[in-house]
């Protein structure tokens, strides 16, 4: 065969591995959605907690019927008086609530009133900023006074409060709920995206009001605006604010019903007949339950149900907060926490969890409203730490704010700094005279050096009298004698770029055979304010003692490497430089918070976690591409065997 017929051939067989390649991806590609749609999915009871009744309370009793075919066990709805005709026949599947149009109308603090005398159990939805509708601000002093109403009775409001032509609406909200913090206050119509809320915001909002809950489904009903007869659900759409249009929950939203599962509630807001229909309420429930079922299964209870539960109690709200310290040695995480009220003797929840997600809990007592708490850390990484408590017969219950605590690796991590050798109080093996290098590159002037070990590293820091200029490659070396004999067996040494060799000169090795040099797996370097080191102990045969002697070496203009630097020997052994178990460091004690904003434009392509990490999603292929490229290929192999058969002749 001819070079032209091997590379016909070749083009055939690129284009051909091409195809099935591709094939291959999207075969891949239909069993991972095939596997995300296998998901868990919340088996649990369902509250509508916002429906805007299409008619009379005949209308209401017969929609009951429709929501429980389609999975829904009680609802809310927001009417006149139709709805406490239609509650007392079905008191234990409907709630009613009386809904408010003017909040600023002082007649309205009459009808309020009116109408929780005579047994309406919720009130709202109430409009006060409300796009398309109302204008009234969430401090309105007629406002004030209806919520002191609801307080005074011990019922939710429901309020709409969006952003959408004042950008100081959730401002003003706040003033509202500082001055009525017995009032229970349902966020509804909150807008996300620039010049609106963040998560961080929402998440800001709700550590600061403990009255503050947050109605979540009302969020995905899209409307053109009045007369208001049009109704989109945007649930697996790619404008879902909850999860990406395979379903799978936003990692950000997932992290935030989790941490405060009793401050969110969940309300579909229909308010067309269309969205009664059977259909639509399937699609709904069918939605939510596949998106409650990747959450914690007690916070999707709480969200999907209890939460409106408890609610209707009659209670008002609570508020828990946790001071989480660390001590000295052995790094105890202490834990003093305030319940505000203050109860005698509530039972107090502290939750721990580890870095590997496994949870650990507490129980403990509040005396006079404060409690505390201890654990011992057994592995390293993030510990999460928040308290919680059910609350009784006038207090609803809450969680704290979530603290992280993050236990470091050895006690010591090799960044640069020298903050983590200062904690555990070591105290340096060797300290050298000032001034006493030569070749004047900064940073090689030896002032101490420090050195531990555990069971498996060596690590080592030294200390400079001046800044460590990394622009300058200086060689950090070390030589090593295992045996107390006087002779070096081992010199490691390093870069402040990451590069590591080893030379071994046992057994009478010297530095003429290059065989004798190797690369030292296993260590890490930093170079910062100090100078870090750490290196497997295997590599030396894992000694008891050895005696280290350090030296720095520059490169002179010469070409010739010239020692800087240099110290006395010193030894290091155990288990006088051994770490104490268990090698713990507790070096920030911080609130966690939502690392993603809403207002972050989703693509296909990219999914942002809430470490802010980019992480590549599968892009299928359609039909009609698949087919395009088969039908290349197949082009590409029909001229190919034409043109072998040309050559032939």
Same mark, same amino acid.
């Given at each position: 065969?001819?070079?032209?017929?091997?590379?016909?051939?070749? *083009?055939?067989?690129?284009?051909?591995?091409?195809?099935?390649?591709?094939?291959?991806?999207?075969?891949?590609?239909?069993?991972?959605?095939?596997?995300?749609?296998?998901?868990?999915?919340?088996?649990?009871?369902?509250?509508?907690?916002?429906?805007?009744?299409?008619?009379?309370?005949?209308?209401?009793?017969?929609?009951?019927? @429709?929501?429980?075919?389609?999975?829904?066990?009680?609802?809310?709805?927001?009417?006149?008086?139709?709805?406490?005709?239609?509650?007392?026949?079905?008191?234990?599947?409907?709630?009613?609530?009386?809904?408010?149009?003017?909040?600023?109308?002082?007649?309205?603090?009459?009808?309020?009133?009116?109408?929780?005398?005579?047994?309406?159990?919720?009130?709202?939805?109430?409009?006060?900023?409300?796009?398309?509708?109302?204008?009234?601000?969430?401090?309105?002093?007629?406002?004030?006074?209806?919520?002191?109403?609801?307080?005074?009775?011990? *019922?939710?409001?429901?309020?709409?409060?969006?952003?959408?032509?004042?950008?100081?609406?959730?401002?003003?909200?706040?003033?509202?709920?500082?001055?009525?913090?017995?009032? @229970?206050?349902?966020?509804?119509?909150?807008?996300?995206?620039?010049?609106?809320?963040?998560?961080?915001?929402?998440?800001?909002?709700?550590?600061?009001?403990?009255?503050?809950?947050?109605?979540?489904?009302?969020?995905?009903?899209?409307?053109?605006?009045?007369?208001?007869?049009?109704?989109?659900?945007?649930?697996?759409?790619?404008?879902?604010?909850?999860?990406?249009?395979?379903?799978?929950?936003?990692?950000?939203?997932?992290?935030?019903?989790?941490?405060?599962?009793?401050?969110?509630?969940?309300?579909?807001?229909?308010?067309?007949?269309?969205?009664?229909?059977?259909?639509?309420?399937?699609?709904?429930?069918?939605?939510?339950?596949?998106?409650?079922?990747?959450?914690?299964?007690?916070?999707?209870?709480?969200?999907?149900?209890?939460?409106?539960?408890?609610?209707?109690?009659?209670?008002?709200?609570?508020?828990?907060?946790?001071?989480?310290?660390?001590?000295?040695?052995?790094?105890?995480?202490?834990?003093?926490?305030?319940?505000?009220?203050?109860?005698?003797?509530?039972?107090?929840?502290?939750?721990?969890?580890?870095?590997?997600?496994?949870?650990?809990?507490?129980?403990?007592?509040?005396?006079?409203?404060?409690?505390?708490?201890?654990?011992?850390?057994?592995?390293?990484?993030?510990?999460?730490?928040?308290?919680?408590?059910?609350?009784?017969?006038?207090?609803?219950?809450?969680?704290?704010?979530?603290?992280?605590?993050?236990?470091?690796?050895?006690?010591?991590?090799?960044?640069?700094?020298?903050?983590?050798?200062?904690?555990?109080?070591?105290?340096?093996?060797?300290?050298?005279?000032?001034?006493?290098?030569?070749?004047?590159?900064?940073?090689?002037?030896?002032?101490?050096?420090?050195?531990?070990?555990?069971?498996?590293?060596?690590?080592?820091?030294?200390?400079?009298?001046?800044?460590?200029?990394?622009?300058?490659?200086?060689?950090?070396?070390?030589?090593?004698?295992?045996?107390?004999?006087?002779?070096?067996?081992?010199?490691?040494?390093?870069?402040?770029?990451?590069?590591?060799?080893?030379?071994?000169?046992?057994?009478?090795?010297?530095?003429?055979?290059?065989?004798?040099?190797?690369?030292?797996?296993?260590?890490? @370097?930093?170079?910062?304010?100090?100078?870090?080191?750490?290196?497997?102990?295997?590599?030396?045969?894992?000694?008891?003692?050895?005696?280290?002697?350090?030296?720095?070496?520059?490169?002179?203009?010469?070409?010739?490497?010239?020692?800087?630097?240099?110290?006395?020997?010193?030894?290091?052994?155990?288990?006088?430089?051994?770490?104490?178990?268990?090698?713990?460091?507790?070096?920030?004690?911080?609130?966690?918070?939502?690392?993603?904003?809403?207002?972050?434009?989703?693509?296909?392509?990219?999914?942002?976690?809430?470490?802010?990490?980019?992480?590549?999603?599968? @892009?299928?292929?359609?039909?009609?591409?698949?087919?395009?490229?088969?039908?290349?290929?197949?082009?590409?192999?029909?001229?190919?065997?034409?043109?072998?058969?040309?050559?032939?002749?």
């Amino acid at each position: 065969m001819t070079a032209s017929a091997r590379a016909g051939l070749a *083009v055939a067989l690129v284009v051909l591995s091409l195809v099935g390649f591709l094939v291959e991806g999207q075969v891949t590609n239909s069993a991972t959605f095939s596997q995300q749609s296998q998901r868990a999915v919340y088996e649990g009871k369902m509250i509508d907690a916002h429906a805007h009744p299409q008619g009379s309370s005949d209308w209401m009793i017969r929609t009951l019927e @429709v929501y429980q075919k389609a999975g829904i066990d009680r609802v809310i709805f927001f009417d006149d008086y139709d709805v406490l005709n239609a509650y007392k026949s079905r008191p234990n599947e409907i709630v009613p609530s009386l809904y408010v149009r003017y909040m600023n109308r002082t007649s309205t603090v009459k009808d309020v009133e009116t109408a929780l005398n005579r047994g309406f159990m919720w009130i709202g939805e109430a409009l006060l900023r409300h796009w398309g509708e109302t204008n009234t601000p969430a401090d309105d002093p007629v406002a004030l006074q209806i919520y002191d109403l609801c307080a005074k009775h011990r *019922v939710p409001i429901t309020i709409h409060q969006d952003s959408a032509g004042y950008s100081g609406a959730y401002e003003e909200m706040e003033r509202a709920l500082e001055h009525a913090p017995d009032c @229970v206050f349902v966020f509804h119509g909150w807008w996300m995206g620039g010049g609106h809320l963040s998560l961080r915001e929402m998440e800001r909002l709700i550590l600061a009001h403990p009255n503050l809950y947050v109605e979540l489904a009302g969020e995905l009903e899209w409307s053109p605006g009045p007369p208001w007869t049009e109704q989109d659900f945007l649930g697996g759409t790619d404008r879902d604010l909850f999860a990406y249009p395979d379903g799978t929950i936003k990692e950000a939203w997932r992290q935030l019903c989790e941490k405060y599962p009793s401050r969110f509630i969940n309300g579909f807001d229909f308010f067309t007949p269309s969205a009664y229909k059977l259909e639509n309420l399937k699609l709904h429930v069918d939605y939510w339950k596949k998106l409650l079922g990747q959450i914690d299964q007690d916070a999707a209870e709480k969200i999907a149900y209890r939460n409106v539960e408890d609610l209707l109690q009659h209670r008002i709200p609570s508020e828990l907060s946790i001071d989480v310290r660390v001590g000295d040695w052995p790094y105890i995480i202490s834990v003093t926490g305030r319940l505000t009220p203050a109860v005698q003797n509530a039972n107090i929840s502290v939750n721990y969890i580890d870095p590997t997600g496994i949870r650990v809990e507490h129980e403990v007592k509040a005396e006079d409203g404060v409690f505390r708490d201890s654990n011992a850390p057994n592995l390293t990484g993030d510990w999460l730490v928040q308290a919680h408590w059910n609350g009784n017969t006038e207090l609803l219950g809450c969680e704290s704010p979530m603290i992280r605590i993050r236990v470091l690796t050895g006690g010591i991590v090799i960044d640069g700094y020298s903050d983590d050798w200062k904690q555990l109080q070591l105290a340096p093996l060797v300290s050298d005279a000032r001034g006493d290098s030569i070749g004047g590159v900064s940073g090689t002037d030896i002032k101490s050096v420090y050195a531990a070990l555990d069971d498996k590293y060596l690590y080592l820091m030294f200390e400079t009298y001046d800044k460590v200029d990394t622009q300058v490659r200086v060689q950090y070396c070390f030589a090593i004698d295992v045996d107390g004999d006087g002779e070096w067996n081992y010199q490691p040494g390093f870069d402040a770029y990451g590069y590591t060799w080893f030379w071994n000169l046992t057994r009478g090795r010297d530095y003429s055979d290059m065989k004798n040099l190797s690369t030292l797996e296993g260590t890490e @370097v930093g170079v910062q304010d100090v100078i870090e080191f750490k290196m497997p102990l295997a590599a030396i045969k894992s000694p008891q003692r050895m005696s280290i002697a350090p030296y720095f070496v520059i490169e002179q203009a010469t070409g010739k490497y010239v020692t800087a630097d240099d110290t006395a020997p010193f030894e290091v052994s155990r288990p006088k430089d051994q770490l104490p178990p268990p090698i713990l460091a507790v070096t920030s004690v911080t609130h966690i918070a939502i690392g993603t904003s809403a207002t972050t434009p989703e693509t296909s392509t990219v999914a942002t976690t809430e470490t802010g990490i980019v992480a590549p999603q599968s @892009v299928g292929l359609s039909t009609t591409e698949i087919v395009m490229i088969v039908a290349v290929a197949v082009i590409v192999m029909i001229a190919c065997i034409l043109y072998l058969r040309r050559r032939r002749k």
